[in-house]
């Protein structure tokens, strides 16, 4: 059974940048979607960012384009979510999850990105914003 394993959470002031690890073991990142979600007390889950397995194609919630990045390394089961000009709004905890995708089309589809879709999660890290 996939388990992932996040890390480099922590406490960030604004502007600053933090680099989320997601770590994976007991199978392979390979052919699955690999998601970020934040979750902010008292708000519900969003994804954050979402990279394919299949052809790199990635996804950003509007709030985070151009400032978070998310790479994958299937070579070491690895991925990553850089997160640079850090808000204070972003203060949550973040998860990672995967799901299969050997179409390569989950990312393609209209139907946006549900956190129900991922079936793999970690136990996720807190980042904090603040001055």
């Known amino acids: 059974q996939l388990q992932l394993v996040e890390s480099g959470g922590g406490l960030a002031q604004p502007g600053g940048s933090l680099t989320l690890s997601c770590a994976a073991s007991?199978?392979?990142?390979?052919?699955?979607?690999i998601g970020w979600f934040r979750q902010a007390p008292g708000k519900d889950r969003e994804a954050v960012s979402c990279?394919?397995?299949?052809?790199?194609?990635?996804y950003y919630a509007d709030t985070v384009k151009g400032r978070f990045t998310i790479t994958r390394t299937n070579t070491v089961n690895t991925a990553f979510l850089q997160m640079n000009n850090l808000k204070p709004e972003d203060t949550a905890v973040y998860y990672c999850?995967?799901?299969?995708?050997?179409?390569?089309?989950?990312?393609?589809?209209?139907?946006?990105?549900?956190?129900?879709?991922?079936?793999?999660w970690g136990q996720g890290t807190q980042v904090t914003v603040s001055s």
């Open positions: 999850a995967a799901r299969s995708d050997y179409s390569g089309t989950y990312l393609r589809s209209n139907r946006g990105i549900k956190s129900t879709d991922f079936g793999s």
């Open positions: 007991g199978g392979t990142l390979d052919y699955k979607v």
């Open positions: 990279i394919s397995g299949s052809d790199g194609r990635t």
